[in-house]
């Protein structure tokens, strides 16, 4: 009987059987791909059969607290997540104040004094990421989602609680956090094709980053230390009582997110 000259079973099989995951990437996708992930970040475990999970009384088989989310997450990444958390604690502060007497200004700093802690992280998850060598795609997402609500949507908010309230402030306002939204979201689309240095770092920013903006949270803060608020913002009001109303002051907001979208504008990275 002459030999097949196609492969055996088994060698099928073989050459068949999926390629095992080689990188953290690879095994992140994995995870966050999970049925039981995207809607349950949490879920138990039991280690015995159970009848019924729900009752759990001493004599219940012992039940462990698994997270396949969590477990996707790095050092970095939960660094990451203290961005956003400061980001959101300061709009809880502007709308405190929002809500308080116009000259209790104790809310207000403390909205303004949010955004440099969100700095801060900002700038150690990406120190901790190269420090333990780990870095992955849900980190890059979760550092511009945290960047737009710190850096963002934070001074959009304090601006308004500051005295930008007219319609036409608010859409100023508005279309400074669509610039930085576009921005965040340009940079992870073109991150991969931007010149790098021997490092793997991209060398220069296209537009200005996003937590830039702090500058103009340093001229906020200055605004309320000096009690210029409200009816005293600086420039006062144009247009008054028409559609136009507007605080020509809201016109730092338009050109700061103008320059986050600009392609020209090059700023080398440290």
Same mark, same amino acid.
């Given at each position: 009987?002459?030999?097949?000259?196609?492969?055996?079973?088994?060698?099928?099989?073989?050459?068949?059987?999926?390629?095992?995951?080689?990188?953290?990437?690879? !095994?992140?996708?994995?995870?966050?791909? %999970?049925?039981?992930?995207?809607? %349950?970040?949490?879920?138990?475990?039991?280690?015995?059969?159970?009848?019924?999970?729900?009752?759990?009384?001493?004599?219940?088989?012992?039940?462990?607290?698994?997270?396949?989310?969590?477990?996707?997450?790095?050092?970095?990444?939960?660094?990451?997540?203290?961005?956003?958390?400061?980001?959101?604690?300061?709009?809880?502060?502007?709308?405190?104040?929002?809500?308080?007497?116009?000259?209790?200004?104790?809310?207000?700093?403390?909205?303004? &004094?949010?955004?440099?802690?969100?700095?801060?992280?900002?700038?150690?998850?990406? *120190?901790? &990421?190269?420090?333990?060598? *780990?870095?992955?795609?849900?980190?890059?997402?979760?550092?511009?989602?945290?960047?737009?609500? /710190?850096?963002?949507?934070?001074?959009?908010?304090?601006?308004?609680?500051?005295?930008?309230?007219?319609?036409?402030?608010?859409?100023?306002?508005?279309?400074?956090?669509?610039?930085?939204?576009?921005?965040? &979201?340009?940079?992870?689309?073109?991150?991969?094709?931007?010149?790098?240095?021997?490092?793997? !770092? /991209? *060398?220069?920013?296209?537009?200005?980053?996003?937590?830039?903006?702090?500058?103009?949270?340093?001229?906020?803060?200055?605004?309320?230390?000096?009690? !210029?608020?409200?009816?005293?913002?600086?420039?006062?009001?144009?247009?008054?009582?028409?559609?136009?109303?507007?605080?020509?002051?809201?016109?730092?907001?338009?050109?700061?997110?103008?320059?986050?979208?600009? !392609?020209?504008?090059?700023?080398?990275?440290?």
């Amino acid at each position: 009987m002459s030999r097949r000259n196609g492969p055996s079973n088994g060698a099928a099989q073989k050459d068949a059987a999926p390629k095992p995951l080689n990188n953290s990437q690879d !095994k992140q996708k994995m995870l966050l791909e %999970s049925d039981n992930v995207h809607f %349950s970040l949490i879920k138990y475990v039991s280690v015995t059969p159970c009848p019924n999970p729900l009752q759990i009384s001493p004599q219940s088989p012992p039940l462990l607290l698994t997270s396949p989310f969590l477990r996707a997450l790095h050092l970095a990444d939960l660094i990451t997540e203290l961005n956003g958390f400061c980001g959101f604690m300061s709009i809880l502060s502007s709308m405190r104040y929002c809500l308080g007497p116009s000259d209790a200004y104790g809310n207000m700093w403390a909205a303004l &004094a949010f955004m440099p802690f969100g700095l801060f992280f900002d700038f150690m998850d990406g *120190k901790v &990421a190269r420090w333990r060598h *780990k870095s992955s795609l849900m980190g890059q997402e979760l550092d511009s989602l945290a960047d737009l609500i /710190s850096f963002g949507v934070s001074p959009a908010v304090c601006a308004f609680a500051l005295g930008l309230r007219t319609p036409l402030d608010t859409l100023l306002l508005a279309f400074f956090v669509l610039c930085g939204l576009t921005r965040l &979201a340009r940079f992870n689309v073109t991150v991969s094709s931007l010149p790098k240095d021997s490092s793997g !770092k /991209s *060398k220069y920013f296209e537009g200005t980053p996003i937590p830039t903006s702090l500058a103009i949270v340093a001229g906020m803060a200055w605004c309320v230390g000096q009690g !210029k608020v409200l009816g005293d913002v600086p420039g006062g009001v144009v247009g008054v009582g028409s559609l136009v109303e507007v605080h020509p002051a809201v016109g730092i907001f338009v050109g700061w997110g103008c320059m986050m979208v600009s !392609k020209s504008i090059h700023i080398p990275k440290p």
